[in-house]
Each structure stands twice: as C-alpha cells, then as structure tokens.
C-alpha cells in the first residue's frame, strides 16, 4: 500500500509568491519521521526539513516550513517568496520508528515562473 | 567533508553483462541503502543494510545483489541488466534512528540497451 502521497504531479508559482506542496501519509506507528528533499534538474536529493510525530510546533527552515496536521495525516511543505532557484521537484518521505526505511512519494514538479 | 560517494555518475551497457556500482560513505552510519528513481514513481528501495553482513530486501530487489562487508561500502551489482532496469539510482546512508535525515550520493544514470 502506498504510504506515502503526492497529488500534484505539478506546479506552478509566481516569483515571490507562496506555495503549498500536498503530502499525506499512512502510518499506524506512534513515531515516525516526515522529511522533504529537493531535486534540482542536477539530480542530486538535497534535503529540505524534518518533522517528527511527537514535534509539538511545525518544522521551519529559512523559507521552507512544514504544515503539519497529524490528525489529517498531512505534512505539507510551504516556501514562501519563491525564487526561481526553487524550481526543482519535491519529495515527502517517512521513516516509520519501527524500521528505518525510508518512503518516499512519487513527487511534485515545481515551477517557479519569472 | 560528510558525503556519500557513487560511481560511476553515469552507464551505458548491454544486456546481461554484470556491473557494479559502488557506494562508500564517511559518516560512520550504520544504515544504507539503495533506490531506484523512475519517472511517476518517486524512488523506491532495492536493498538496505542496517550494519555489517546484514542486508535485507526493499520493495523492488529483484534483479540486484549487494553486500556490507565493511561499514562504510554498500555495492549494488547486477549480475544480467536487462533493459527494465533503466533508471537512475541512488545510494543513500544515515544513523540508525528514524529521527536524522538520509545523506545520498551523486546518483547513478544506468541505461541499459
């Protein structure tokens, strides 16, 4: 079963602007590691910002924050003023604190536009 | 500096001639693993290893090999690439707690004709 979900396949933001890219995800484990990396047309993971479950305030790192919404099984990536440096795909993934596997979503195309 | 190393970058081969691609990383983490990136699928594990000589299967392992004979190497060898194995791939590492985040390597662009 897919742990993990990105609903949009793709992206588009004005420069300066804000944007909210979707992930949710399925777990039973009480304790648990959500992460974004960014891949920029390089190909390289660059890893963004990381929320635990039992975080009590939202993950922030510089522009990048993380929405997250435990009882909804969210934990959506914010980057606010966008530049065009952010163009880049994104991925969620998780660790669940039973194992340390990583999962991953199947990502979201972001397109910064000038 | 902390990074985790990959080579080669990129590949071009046949069909069933056995490769490797190697992966050593110098942050003394006791877990790697291996993914593959395809398009519309994010990425998804082949193998992982949590310490010396103990490596198990991930989500998508067949057709690959690898071993842990030291902490810091993890190959992924293909004993016979076949073209479905056409991907880009990445060697990732990282302590064993859910809580740190995964270093990976370059990637490896493997196309096989």
């Known amino acids: 079963a897919q742990k993990i979900t990105q609903t949009q396949p793709g992206m588009f933001v004005q420069e300066k602007e804000a944007v909210t890219l979707d992930c949710t995800y399925d777990?039973?484990?009480?304790?648990?590691?959500l992460f974004w990396y960014k891949q920029p047309s390089s190909g390289e993971m660059i890893f963004l910002i990381y929320?635990?479950?039992?975080?009590?305030q939202n993950a922030t790192e510089g522009r990048y924050s993380l929405n997250f919404q435990k009882a909804r099984k969210s934990a959506n990536l914010v980057i606010s003023a966008s530049q065009l440096g952010d163009s880049a795909m994104y991925f969620c993934?998780?660790?669940?604190?039973?194992?340390?596997?990583?999962?991953f979503g199947a990502g979201t195309r972001l397109t910064v536009k000038p | 500096e902390a990074q985790v190393t990959q080579n080669p970058r990129y590949l071009i081969t046949v069909t069933g001639k056995k490769l490797t691609v190697t992966c050593s990383q110098n942050?003394?983490?006791?877990?790697m693993s291996w993914y593959r990136q395809d398009p519309g699928l994010g990425l998804r594990q082949i193998y992982y290893?949590?310490?010396?000589?103990?490596?198990d299967k991930g989500d998508v392992p067949e057709g690959y090999k690898v071993s842990r004979k030291e902490k810091r190497n993890f190959p992924l060898i293909l004993e016979s690439p076949s073209p479905n194995q056409t991907s880009l791939y990445f060697c990732?590492?990282?302590?064993?707690?859910?809580?740190?985040?995964?270093?990976f390597g370059q990637g490896t662009r493997l196309t096989v004709v």
């Open positions: 990732a590492s990282s302590f064993l707690t859910g809580a740190t985040e995964a270093f």
């Open positions: 777990t039973s484990d009480q304790s648990y590691g």
């Open positions: 929320q635990g479950s039992y975080d009590e």
């Open positions: 993934a998780m660790r669940e604190g039973y194992n340390n596997d990583m999962r």
């Open positions: 942050m003394n983490h006791e877990y």
């Open positions: 290893s949590m310490n010396v000589e103990v490596t």
